[in-house]
């Protein structure tokens, strides 16, 4: 090889960086790569115009990563730029091009670099309304159709994109997300954000409550947030000696304004009344592993945290069910008996106290068997990726 193969990460959706982290921690380490990384703004729902370059900069700054920051008002010169780094591929870890600046979406990169998409989510685990087996928006979109070299976690997504004419183009690899989830025991530290002065000797109980975005029957119906503020801020507050941190999905308040499910005042009347307690905070960001390595029980109204929380700690979520929700896939119905469900205040309190005394279910038969389904490969996502990168530039 005369020279090294110039890989760009473009990113933005830094809440899901563990996806392409070890793939580009693994270049910057191979004599055959020169990787970069690239920050650039975003509009999630709710946002009236694109911004958070600075939170994506911040981030990876937390995590010792070098960047180049594009800072750029009109995206045609951040796409001029992009072109001069002269990138042989660039990754993507998000796929929606709504949430692109028009001069950053793929139908633009594909002019001049081979793009590469890494699904920034663990595993799908939840069909939609009227189909069967894997989601259309998995493998339907213009990233998974234009995109040079998509890897995948399961062998459905892989049949799903072969069956559509993208089989030269699928990679049946794995995930660096699972993989990273599963290991965090070994080599992420824990942290926690909430620091007070407690009796000698005893640690409060730490709770994670992680809503999520979704509202209604057009998209995935899981979360119901606006059900679940007022008895968890009575709940937070009459229970001082109890942590709570709240990990709301980046989506959500902007999807509660965006829909006119709450205003903006009703949002912030009741985030300034969240955060005012002692024994609360709000997190907007921070190592999601190391957050949950350090609690002792998450809740959570889905999707992806049913999942995500048993591999990382070995304990089961709290599933606060919306009944109405989409569908899961098989791999969500493995998911979701490695929880315990609950429907009401009631079961969710009761559950609570059974976290806190220690007699919460384990789970540990369908927390193996969600592990066996989500990694049926070794561990090695990363490296086969890059492999097959350097494969298909040679």
Known sequence: MSRPIRVVFLVFYFEAWDAIN??????????RFDPLVVTIPRKLTGYDKFRDEKKVSAFLDSQGIAHERFRYKKSKDGLARLKELAPDYIFLNYPWQRNYKKNYQIDKLVEFAKVCYVPYFSTSLVQEPGESGVAPHQYTQPTHQLAHMVFLQDADTKAAFDANGRAK???????????????????VKSMWPIVRETPAGQQPFRLIWAPHHSYADRWLNFGHFNDQREPMLAYAAAHPEIDIVFRPHPFLFGTMTDRFVMTQQEVDQWRSKWDAL??????LGAPLTS???ASDALLTDGVSFIAEYPLVTGKPAIFWEKSEHWEFSPLGNIAAASTVTVHTCAEVLDALGQAQSDTLPSRSEQIQALVAAVRPQPATAAHTI?????KDFS
């Open 22 to 31: 070890a793939i580009y921690r693994g270049m910057l380490a191979d004599p």
């Open 386 to 390: 890059i492999d097959l990168v350097a």
């Open 278 to 283: 002692p024994n609360t905070f709000t997190d």
């Open 291 to 293: 957050l949950m390595l």
């Open 169 to 187: 183009h699928a990679f049946l690899t794995g995930t660096p997300k699972i993989d990273a989830l599963i290991e965090a025991k070994s080599h």
